[in-house]
């Protein structure tokens, strides 16, 4: 039995968790009421498998329902308080928040941006963005966000899926006090891509550019535009963004939201989860170029009319008090971050968070990665001195918002240290083996989602038939995320970790494929293959074998920086590997496959299991050598 802890705000609306289990599709249509829709939907969802539809016929605009329907009471409320890394700050207030985005709006227009055009957003933290993402939606153009550490490579293959006639960047970030050179990459991302007509370009850190023909300054078009812009009446399902992400195979795939029912999504676990209310000074410290910044730094905010705070640099700089500092001087209410960063700052000892004063706080959130229960336990004590409820959120880019969390907005339960309790309303979630049974309590099994939910994906851009076989073919009509999990016996949920071939480092979700492919496409190797082995803090880091191809006579040690610098390049800094391995030959069966399971064990420490189907054994030697090294 686990220990569990009993600190609820008293909420308990049974009556939801009912009204959602005996009927959710007429439950979420409750919910999408406390949107403003232009015109209702006829028919609350279309679901054929594995397509669904969500309040199809009704008309929206999620920039309207995030601003003009707070201009009326909160024009002069903070929305967002924005926090520089090198000190600067701004406070911008839905007032000013409506005048930008209207701005932009028309901007984007007078640049020939029509509906369902796509715009590449390349941006640091800073407030532009989100302003970029509500002009877009005011005007249905698709926004599609690229994490601002990403390469020009990475950036080059996006803009070329997604066929942007928009990109908007600018001239630097700044990143543990270093300016990022932002519009440069963009210049080497787009040579050659006519499509591409117009480079906007921010000037936040004020560095010299180089101005081409497609440049324009976002200061100077704003100044002259009108404030003025009429929001479009959009379909329900009318595509709200593209965010890529990593999948198992080959290069990033362009997850697609849409509309109405990512919104109610959105506003409704928001609310349950957080607790929202109109004085709360809320802090989710995810970059906006990941699904958590989508939903839960823009949209899900806004939605409500509530004051955030958006930091734009790394959280530990200058120091490790940075992000203590933050919730002090904003008297932040709620904070919402990754266990990655607890553990880095857990390390740093109590002295530092106990040294400010975090009285304000009263709910606190983690999301990404599973949190260790040591983890846990320290965020709730050390942070939330013993009265704030930890909120423990499973969720995926393509489920678009949370699915498991505890919902002290909602209901009280007991918290258990390292368990999202239980799914939200409306989810029938369990846990399966191999052949899609249900498997007995306690039991380590596949996660499956059994009904469609509102924040779901629409598609994979481009590619439904890959969407199909990525989520929905392993378990007929279930949606399949990927994760290890189990249920205890009080039918908590523990989530267990990736069950594919995808990492998660630093709660950054990277491909095995997409980086092994960068890694073979230096002349000298002949094969790769990569994995995940435990890390104190980033909870996994990333270790390379390598085999060169015959003859190559190069200095492993020259080798290894050409390879780091390649991934640094095609990929971006985050994949980069811990270490990288030279050997003969990789473990494969005897029809050729690399036995990732086993490189997964190995590096684990666990039992190799059945190796009969192994073509040599002397590869598994060299593989464990290598580990063994490490350790
Ligand atoms: C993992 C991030 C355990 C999981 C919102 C999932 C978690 C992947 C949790 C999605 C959590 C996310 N506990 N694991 N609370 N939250 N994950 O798309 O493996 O970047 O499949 O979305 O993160 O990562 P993504």
């Known amino acids: 039995?686990?220990?569990?802890?009993?600190?609820?705000?008293?909420?308990?609306?049974?009556?939801?968790?009912?009204?959602?289990?005996?009927?959710?599709?007429?439950?979420?249509?409750?919910?999408?009421?406390?949107?403003?829709?232009?015109?209702?939907?006829?028919?609350?969802?279309?679901?054929?498998?594995?397509?669904?539809?969500?309040?199809?016929?009704?008309?929206?605009?999620?920039?309207?329902?995030?601003?003009?329907?707070?201009?009326?009471?909160?024009?002069?409320?903070?929305?967002?308080?924005?926090?520089?890394?090198?000190?600067?700050?701004?406070?911008?207030?839905?007032?000013?928040?409506?005048?930008?985005?209207?701005?932009?709006?028309?901007?984007?227009?007078?640049?020939?941006?029509?509906?369902?055009?796509?715009?590449?957003?390349?941006?640091?933290?800073?407030?532009?963005?989100?302003?970029?993402?509500?002009?877009?939606?005011?005007?249905?153009?698709?926004?599609?966000?690229?994490?601002?550490?990403?390469?020009?490579?990475?950036?080059?293959?996006?803009?070329?899926?997604?066929?942007?006639?928009?990109?908007?960047?600018?001239?630097?970030?700044?990143?543990?006090?270093?300016?990022?050179?932002?519009?440069?990459?963009?210049?080497?991302?787009?040579?050659?891509?006519?499509?591409?007509?117009?480079?906007?370009?921010?000037?936040?850190?004020?560095?010299?550019?180089?101005?081409?023909?497609?440049?324009?300054?976002?200061?100077?078009?704003?100044?002259?535009?009108?404030?003025?812009?009429?929001?479009?009446?959009?379909?329900?399902?009318?595509?709200?963004?593209?965010?890529?992400?990593?999948?198992?195979?080959?290069?990033?795939?362009?997850?697609?939201?849409?509309?109405?029912?990512?919104?109610?999504?959105?506003?409704?676990?928001?609310?349950?989860?957080?607790?929202?209310?109109?004085?709360?000074?809320?802090?989710?410290?995810?970059?906006?170029?990941?699904?958590?910044?989508?939903?839960?730094?823009?949209?899900?905010?806004?939605?409500?009319?509530?004051?955030?705070?958006?930091?734009?640099?790394?959280?530990?700089?200058?120091?490790?008090?940075?992000?203590?500092?933050?919730?002090?001087?904003?008297?932040?209410?709620?904070?919402y971050t990754t266990p990655t960063a607890l553990r880095m700052f857990m390390k740093f000892g109590d002295d530092i968070p106990n040294s400010f004063d975090l009285s304000s706080l009263r709910l606190l959130g983690t999301v990404g990665e599973p949190i260790n229960p040591e983890v846990w336990k320290w965020y709730f004590k050390t942070i939330g001195k013993e009265k704030c409820p930890i909120i423990d959120t499973w969720w995926q880019t393509e489920t678009g918002g949370m699915l498991i969390s505890p919902l002290p907005g909602l209901e009280t339960i007991p918290l258990k240290p390292g368990s999202g309790t239980r799914p939200i309303p409306g989810m029938n979630i369990t846990v399966v083996d191999e052949n899609g049974e249900d498997v007995a309590p306690n039991t380590k099994g596949y996660l499956v989602i059994k009904n469609p939910w509102p924040g779901m994906l629409l598609t994979l851009w481009g590619d439904d038939e890959k969407y199909k076989k990525v989520y929905w073919s392993k378990y007929k009509n279930c949606y399949y995320p990927g994760d290890y999990a189990l249920k205890d016996s009080d039918g908590y949920l523990w989530l267990l970790g990736r069950a594919d071939d995808v990492l998660k480092v630093a709660g950054h979700r990277i491909g095995t494929a997409e980086l092994e492919s960068c890694i073979v496409s230096h002349d000298d190797v002949a094969e790769s293959a990569v994995c995940g082995i435990p890390d104190e803090v980033k909870g996994e880091v990333i270790i390379a074998f390598v085999v060169l191809k015959q003859g190559v006579a190069t200095d492993t040690k020259i080798l290894e920086k050409e390879l780091f610098e390649k991934i640094r390049n095609d990929v971006g800094a985050i994949a980069t590997p811990k270490q990288i391995y030279f050997v003969s030959k990789l473990p494969k069966t005897r029809s050729g496959k690399i036995m990732r399971r086993l490189l997964k064990a190995i590096g684990n420490n666990e039992k190799i299991g059945d190796v009969s189907t192994l073509e040599d054994g002397a590869a598994v030697t060299e593989v464990q050598t290598a580990f063994d090294e490490i350790q």
């Open 1 to 335: 039995m686990s220990e569990t802890y009993n600190i609820g705000l008293g909420n308990n609306d049974a009556e939801t968790r009912l009204n959602a289990d005996s009927d959710y599709v007429s439950f979420w249509d409750k919910q999408a009421r406390n949107l403003s829709w232009f015109s209702p939907w006829s028919k609350t969802l279309d679901w054929h498998p594995p397509f669904a539809k969500w309040f199809v016929g009704g008309t929206i605009n999620a920039s309207y329902n995030a601003l003009d329907v707070h201009q009326n009471s909160k024009s002069k409320k903070p929305a967002i308080l924005w926090e520089g890394e090198n000190g600067d700050s701004r406070i911008l207030t839905y007032g000013e928040m409506f005048a930008q985005v209207q701005k932009f709006s028309n901007t984007l227009k007078s640049l020939g941006v029509q509906k369902g055009d796509r715009v590449t957003l390349y941006l640091p933290m800073i407030p532009e963005l989100p302003i970029a993402m509500l002009a877009c939606a005011r005007i249905g153009a698709i926004h599609t966000v690229i994490f601002s550490g990403f390469s020009a490579t990475s950036i080059r293959d996006r803009v070329d899926d997604s066929k942007s006639k928009v990109i908007v960047t600018a001239d630097g970030g700044y990143r543990r006090g270093k300016i990022v050179p932002l519009k440069e990459v963009v210049d080497e991302a787009i040579q050659g891509f006519d499509f591409v007509e117009n480079v906007i370009v921010v000037q936040r850190t004020k560095n010299e550019i180089s101005i081409t023909d497609k440049d324009k300054l976002w200061d100077e078009l704003l100044k002259d535009a009108s404030d003025v812009c009429p929001p479009e009446k959009l379909q329900s399902t009318h595509p709200l963004y593209i965010l890529y992400t990593s999948g198992t195979t080959g290069k990033p795939k362009g997850v697609l939201h849409g509309t109405g029912g990512y919104l109610t999504h959105l506003y409704s676990t928001f609310k349950w989860a957080f607790d929202i209310k109109d004085s709360d000074v809320f802090f989710c410290t995810a970059d906006i170029g990941w699904v958590t910044g989508h939903s839960y730094v823009v949209y899900a905010p806004l939605l409500h009319g509530a004051t955030e705070i958006m930091y734009e640099g790394a959280p530990d700089f200058p120091d490790a008090s940075r992000m203590w500092d933050i919730l002090q001087k904003y008297n932040a209410t709620i904070f």
